[in-house]
């Protein structure tokens, strides 16, 4: 970590005293493109929302904010009875500004169709459409969600209809695995294997025949196993990849070059846990070995004390004289709380310091704990102008 986090420090623009400048980030008309990263749990999806919410209210940009993550949260903090591949505006939000705010939830599969009939004939895409392995990859695939997710990104940006658009990403470590999308799409395409499938797509032969043609015993036992069918319906896939997928590969290397530029802003996102903020440390090492532009880590519900002048110790004492002469109870319960207040705050410092001793020069912003979860506009509103 050490290595990494040093070449980032000698190239960041920030102060490493730098409060996170969220308000800035958003108003930057520059700013295109905001990228939230994190564990799960730890208030991703709430922190991307809240982002969206302000800078549509308080900054007058019409924002989308797309969801990766198949959790429905997002939905129901704004709102909405559900959320699919298109976005929706959502209601009830102050337009004085002249901002809107829309959001949707990527559908892996009404993506891939949406390639398919974008890229191909109509014949050809209903062909690829009924194709058992066009079925299974489209929505089962490894890897596919990722693809798509590149995809709809590229085709939010390209239309150049929004302002700002924030990605909520998943939750661990796939959430920077769309990073890897053009490259291990390339390794796919470029695979051994592959090529040797769709040599006989690509001439115009079946690849049954071809097996049956040069493989011999091997040939009738493939068929015997998987079946001549089979064998059809992934010849017709291959085909349908050759045709297709160099477009695709083309474009998520675009939308990989528009990652790495400086209209776009990644956000860390963590709360004072051990596991979150190793995550967070994860994710900057990767951005920074990516060279994607690291905008700074929020940190999620963190404590605070009203008296932090009134350390833990002196809590504890004060805490157990008052017992020990039976006097006012309710002001000893007081002080025994204030004292574990106190101690989960230096322990949460303590966690978030891992972090921010590693990566100084990563501005940061801290939001406090609230008493209830997120659920709607009102309360997006709030964590909003504590991020701000």
């Not at 705010?101 to 169709?113: E, G």
């Not at 011999?216 to 319906?233: I, P, Y």
Request: glycine fraction near 6%; proline fraction near 4%; hydrophobic fraction near 45%.
């Amino acid at each position: 970590m050490a290595d990494v986090s040093a070449e980032f420090e000698a190239s960041a623009e920030f102060d490493s005293s730098a409060r996170l400048d969220v308000d800035g980030l958003l108003a930057d008309p520059s700013t295109r493109i905001v990228v939230c990263c994190g564990a799960g749990g730890v208030g991703k999806t709430t922190t991307a929302a809240a982002l969206g919410l302000r800078a549509a209210e308080v900054h007058g940009r019409r924002t989308v904010v797309l969801t990766i993550d198949p959790a429905r949260r997002l939905a129901q903090s704004m709102g909405l009875s559900e959320l699919d591949n298109t976005p929706r505006q959502v209601k009830g939000i102050d337009g004085d500004s002249g901002g809107e705010l829309h959001a949707m939830m990527l559908d892996m599969k009404r993506t891939f169709d949406e390639v398919v009939q974008q890229h191909t004939t109509p014949q050809r895409a209903t062909e690829i459409f009924a194709n058992p392995f066009y079925q299974a990859m489209s929505s089962t695939f490894a890897g596919t969600q990722e693809y798509m997710a590149m995809e709809k990104l590229g085709q939010l940006r390209a239309t150049d209809e929004w302002d700002l658009i924030v990605v909520d990403t998943p939750p661990s470590r796939s959430a920077l695995d769309f990073l890897d999308a053009p490259a291990r799409l390339s390794r796919f395409l470029d695979g051994r294997m592959l090529r040797m499938l769709l040599a006989p797509a690509r001439g115009g032969r079946s690849m049954f025949s071809l097996v049956t043609a040069s493989f011999g015993l091997f040939s009738r036992t493939v068929q015997k196993v998987l079946g001549a069918q089979l064998l059809t319906d992934l010849s017709g896939f291959v085909a349908a990849l050759d045709s297709m997928f160099g477009g695709f590969r083309q474009r998520a290397d675009q939308t990989y070059r528009i990652l790495q530029d400086p209209q776009t802003a990644f956000l860390l996102v963590a709360a004072p846990e051990r596991d979150a903020v190793r995550e967070a440390a994860y994710f900057a090492e990767r951005l920074v070995a990516e060279r994607m532009p690291l905008a700074g880590l929020v940190l999620n519900r963190m404590h605070r004390s009203a008296a932090p002048g009134l350390s833990a110790e002196a809590s504890l004492a004060a805490a157990e004289a008052l017992t020990a002469a039976g006097d006012h109870p309710l002001t000893a319960d007081a002080l025994l709380i204030h004292a574990n207040l106190v101690s989960q705050t230096e322990r949460e410092e303590r966690v978030a310091a891992k972090f921010t001793d590693a990566f100084p020069a990563v501005p940061t912003v801290s939001v406090t704990a609230q008493p209830a979860d997120v659920h709607d506009v009102d309360g997006l509103r709030t964590i909003g102008a504590l991020l701000a």
